[in-house]
């Protein structure tokens, strides 16, 4: 299946037309992991955008896989800005890639689109009027769950993430709103895949929960690998370990599991029951947290050049701020430094049938931004 969707990237990358034939017509690049560990997270944000832009002819998409290499990230983005004269760039899934990317892309006059990764480098000193984020702030989600943890009487919570930016963020934000103690703060190396260690430093704590932030394969092994160790601690996490392309493989070890997303396929608005119906008969299978960021990130586009031309770059700008486009998650705006407002829910793991996902149970953070908004000075 990865192979059929790998082939399949590479074919859309090849789809080439004039980049201004027309006046409107936007060329975006989209560079994004399709091979190796956590090419389902972006195999999932590719497929949203294409969802969504699918019949417009004032979209042209070329689709590169970055596999999860910064060098590799920096070398599409030059051959796409020099070479493929693109107007706008999204796509990338880690955190340490955007930060590869990003700055230099926007400051070469590129808009750019996140559909996932929110460094918060790029959210307070580093923000910037061409950088857009449609997904969230990374810190967003953990910061609802270091304030679930506190509604359900945690009091000393064991905590790891992965040791890059993302995983810092993590951290942080559950910190900032967590108001217990630590029985013990661990960052693991991008990509493990053995946690035995780590499991014996939270069996020999005196934890009463664990908090991880591990995305992609990192948290299906954790998971599997704490579900085989005894240990049985409630655990709480982001959407990133518990979504829906990630459920099956960690399998029944995940039941009842809590964990915090901005979006989730139970949100009952117009545009949401149509994503989820047009992404299962599109592709033959339920959508994730990452597939509903690219087909909002798509929509945003959509909106922007439905009000001005991209050649026009602070009307383009103007419109992409203006956010005036059907969110899968409902209520969506940006604050001034272009990342969202918006609600964070607390969802629980059940299963439908044989399936695994998840199902809404709480509202964790109303309306949240973002704690780095007043360092940006646009």
């Known amino acids: 299946m990865l192979k059929k969707l790998t082939q399949l990237a590479a074919a859309t990358a090849m789809i080439t037309t004039p980049v201004f034939a027309d006046e ?13 560990g956590g090419s389902g997270l972006g195999i999932d944000v590719r497929d949203g955008f294409m969802l969504a832009v699918k019949g417009n002819d004032s979209i042209e998409v070329v689709v590169e896989d970055d596999q999860r290499k910064p060098d590799i ?14 107007d706008v760039l999204t796509g990338i899934i880690w955190s340490n890639l955007a930060m590869a990317v990003v700055p230099a ?4 006059g590129k808009f750019y689109l996140s559909p996932n990764a929110g460094p918060s480098a790029l959210a307070g000193k580093g923000c910037h009027k061409n950088y857009f984020n449609v997904a969230w702030q990374n810190d967003n989600l ?8 506190n509604s359900t009487g945690y009091k000393n919570s064991f905590i ?31 990509g493990q895949k053995d946690y035995a260690a780590e499991i014996a430093q939270i069996r020999a704590s005196d934890a ?11 948290g299906i092994a954790f998971m599997k690998q704490l579900a085989q160790s005894g240990i049985d601690l409630p655990v709480v996490g982001p959407a990133f370990s518990f979504d829906q392309g990630i459920l099956q493989a960690v399998g029944d070890a995940a039941l009842g599991v809590k964990n915090t997303s901005q979006w989730s396929k139970d949100i009952d608005n117009a545009a949401n029951n149509k994503f989820v119906a047009d992404f299962q008969a599109e592709y033959g299978r339920l959508p994730s947290l990452y597939a509903s960021q690219g087909y909002d990130t798509a929509n945003l586009l959509i909106s922007a050049m439905d009000k001005a031309g991209v050649s026009d770059a602070d009307a383009f700008r103007a419109a992409l701020k203006a956010a005036d486009f059907a969110s899968t998650r409902g ?8 990342h969202p407002i918006q609600d964070i829910y607390v969802r629980e793991v059940i299963k439908e049938g044989d399936v695994l996902t998840n199902k809404i149970v709480a509202v964790g953070l109303e309306n949240r931004s973002n704690a780095y908004v007043d360092e940006c000075k646009m």
């Not at 409107?24 to 190796?36: C, F, N, P, R, Y």
């Not at 990230?73 to 693109?86: C, G, T, W």
């Not at 892309?105 to 070469?108: H, I, K, L």
């Not at 009463?208 to 990192?218: K, Q, R, V, W």
């Open 73 to 86: 990230a920096v070398q599409l983005a030059d051959k796409m800005i020099q070479s493929e004269k693109v």
């Open 160 to 190: 790891l993430a992965p040791n890059y930016p993302a995983g810092k963020d993590a951290l942080t934000g559950y910190k900032r709103f967590f108001e217990g103690d630590l029985a013990g703060e661990v960052y693991t190396k991008l």
């Open 331 to 338: 209520d969506f705006a940006f604050d001034k430094n272009h």
């Open 24 to 36: 409107a017509k936007v060329k975006v690049g989209m560079i994004t992991t399709l091979s190796g």
């Open 142 to 149: 953990h910061e609802a769950a270091g304030g679930y943890a």
């Open 105 to 108: 892309a926007v400051n070469q």
């Open 208 to 218: 009463d929960s664990i908090f991880f932030f591990l995305p992609g394969g990192m």
